[in-house]
């Protein structure tokens, strides 16, 4: 039984080395695809839930692959945080999102003049930003930089941040947020609620929206098995959720913070998700992730595909 035991210890040895060779491989790709320019951006609409009209959208990085098609940030997210080439690539997805939604406000204007009456939007742009940003001396100057040279107010940027990484966001990047706060781009904690959710350091951040992920809207985990013997627990958990999300709502509203929706997916959620006061939502009942070019004529007034 030792040699068995050792055999399973080489194999594990022989697995790392694996992983260790195809990170680096997966590392060496998104240096080289940086540089041609392979990265592009995505735009899911966010609407304000009360009447459904979109309001601005998250900004979700794609690679596009020349042999392997579109690509999920799933896939390369984990290994560009890893080798730090998150910073580079999320300077690219920030710079392109400004960019972008300098277009979309003049879209949105142009749609106005036209002849809706409806005052005009000023659409926002949602960026998830890494804490690795954060950590870099100048992300203050460079990120003010990018927004001046796209020409849109620094209001109309919102960044995201997630919630397990704002828990310990003391020094460097607590100063940062400050700063860009301070300039008066938007901060948002990202799916709030799924880490180790500590009401009591909220007050002491510079944020001004939490974004709450898919569960809280009552969307069904994919591998979940509710066919199983937690099948009886659905219905309670869903009441649980309801509860929860008012009760979020009304802290968040009483801090002076919006409050988002993810993973909205029908009629019903975005119906209970308003009765519990949140103010946007976002999902695929409202539209899937979309090129700039598609956004801006959502903006014009085309529904959302
Ligand atoms: P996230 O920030 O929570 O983004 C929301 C994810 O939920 C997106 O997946 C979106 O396509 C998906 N989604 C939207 N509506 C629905 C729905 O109704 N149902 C379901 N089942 N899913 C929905 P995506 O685009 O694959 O992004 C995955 C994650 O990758 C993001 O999660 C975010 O954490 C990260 N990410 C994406 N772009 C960037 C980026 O530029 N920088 C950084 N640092 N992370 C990024
Ligand atoms: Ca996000
Ligand atoms: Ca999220």
Request: charged fraction near 25%; hydrophobic fraction near 45%.
């Amino acid at each position: 039984s030792d040699g068995a035991t050792s055999q399973r210890v080489d194999a594990t040895r022989v697995s790392e080395s694996d992983q260790a060779a195809a990170a680096a491989r997966t590392t060496r790709a998104i240096a080289a695809a940086l540089r041609d320019g392979q990265f592009v951006v995505h735009y899911q609409p966010i609407v304000r839930l009360l009447d459904g009209r979109i309001q601005g959208a998250e900004a979700l990085v794609r690679w596009n692959h020349p042999r392997r098609g579109m690509r999920r940030p799933e896939e390369f997210i984990g290994a560009a945080e890893e080798s730090g080439l998150i910073v580079p690539l999320g300077l690219h997805v920030l710079e392109t999102a400004c960019q972008d939604a300098a277009r979309w406000a003049n879209v949105a204007a142009t749609a106005t003049a036209l002849g809706d009456d409806e005052p005009p939007v000023r659409p926002f742009v949602s960026v998830n930003l890494s804490v690795r940003q954060l950590e870099e001396p100048d992300v203050v100057p460079v990120i003010l930089r990018i927004v001046e040279r796209a020409g849109i107010e620094p209001g109309r940027l919102q960044l995201e941040l997630v919630e397990s990484l704002m828990l310990d966001t003391v020094g460097r990047p607590l100063e940062a947020l400050r700063a860009l706060a301070a300039a008066g781009i938007r901060i948002a904690i990202d799916d709030f609620g799924t880490g180790y959710s500590n009401f009591a350091y909220l007050p002491t951040l510079p944020v001004s929206s939490l974004k709450l992920a898919g569960q809280f809207a009552g969307q069904v985990d994919d591998d979940a098995d509710v066919d199983g013997p937690d099948a009886g627990r659905e219905s309670l958990s869903a009441l649980a959720l309801d509860h929860m999300v008012e009760g979020i709502v009304l802290i968040a509203h009483r801090l002076g913070h919006t409050v988002t929706v993810e993973g909205v997916e029908t009629r019903e959620q975005a119906a209970r998700m308003l009765a519990h006061g949140a103010d946007f939502g976002q999902g695929h009942l409202f539209g899937h992730p979309v090129c700039s070019d598609r956004l801006a004529a959502v903006f014009a007034g085309e529904p959302a595909g």
